[in-house]
């Protein structure tokens, strides 16, 4: 079946612009994460949306960033006034909850590249 | 706070050669580990899952074993091939809010 997609798969924007960044997880997996890899800081932890849940923003580094998640299936990770340190690559994964089966286990994306110059 | 830790950061060696790779993680209370493939460019593959209350688990020329009690899983390659050359990252599932500690990976080259 389809895997996790992520579009687009590269963006180039100037600084100060606003993004957004869209995921599709697999379908029927409830819970979808959203990280970042940096180069050189490997990856880490952005939001995490369960089901109908408030979603954990634990992760996110300021507050120019956001995301949200429609109808419980495709989200978009927004990025306010870009700066140059969140070049990065975005990846999105899913999996399916409450844990069954292989429990816990998340399935990524192909990610988004983001260079803002 | 969960710390997931692989050393060393690049390692190459000749074809054919078993291999073993480490993960060392700080806090055992964990519900699962995965081993993950990423090639340059790509997202992440998952190549193995392993559950806390599970040792090891096999696919194929990979086998990872997980000894939670001691922080530290492994992921033992049998007869590398260059097609394995790829950077190879360990993450633990640790917390209510299920997301992933990723280690910052081992790069493997595998010469032909």
């Known amino acids: 079946g389809a895997g996790v997609s992520q579009s687009p798969s590269n963006k180039v924007t100037e600084k100060g612009k606003d993004v957004e960044l869209r995921c599709d997880p697999i379908?029927?997996?409830?819970?979808l994460y959203w990280y970042r890899q940096s180069l050189g800081q490997g990856l880490e932890f952005l939001i995490y949306?369960?089901?109908?849940?408030?979603?954990?923003k634990s992760g996110l580094p300021s507050d120019r960033f956001s995301a949200e998640r429609t109808g419980g299936s495709v989200s978009t990770l927004t990025i306010q006034r870009t700066q140059q340190e969140d070049s990065a690559v975005y990846l999105c994964?899913?999996?399916?909850?409450?844990?069954?089966?292989?429990?816990?286990?998340?399935?990524f994306g192909p990610g988004t590249r983001l260079t803002v110059t | 706070k969960q710390e997931v830790t692989q050393i060393p950061a690049a390692l190459s060696v000749p074809e054919g050669e078993n291999l073993v790779l480490n993960c060392s993680f700080t806090?055992?209370?964990?519900?699962?580990l995965q081993w993950f493939r990423q090639d340059p460019g790509k997202g992440l593959t998952s190549l193995l899952l392993?559950?806390?209350?599970?040792r090891e688990q096999t696919s194929g020329r990979l086998n990872a074993s997980l000894d939670k009690s001691s922080g530290r899983s492994t992921l033992y390659i049998a007869a590398s091939q260059p097609g394995d050359s790829a950077t190879y990252l360990c993450?633990?599932?640790?917390?209510?809010?299920?997301?992933?500690?990723f280690g910052k990976g081992i790069t493997l080259s595998v010469r032909p």
């Open positions: 994964a899913s999996s399916a909850q409450p844990p069954s089966g292989r429990a816990g286990e998340q399935y």
């Open positions: 379908s029927g997996h409830t819970a």
């Open positions: 949306f369960q089901g109908n849940s408030a979603p954990d």
């Open positions: 806090d055992s209370a964990i519900y699962n």
């Open positions: 392993i559950q806390s209350s599970q």
């Open positions: 993450a633990v599932l640790t917390g209510a809010n299920s997301k992933l500690t």
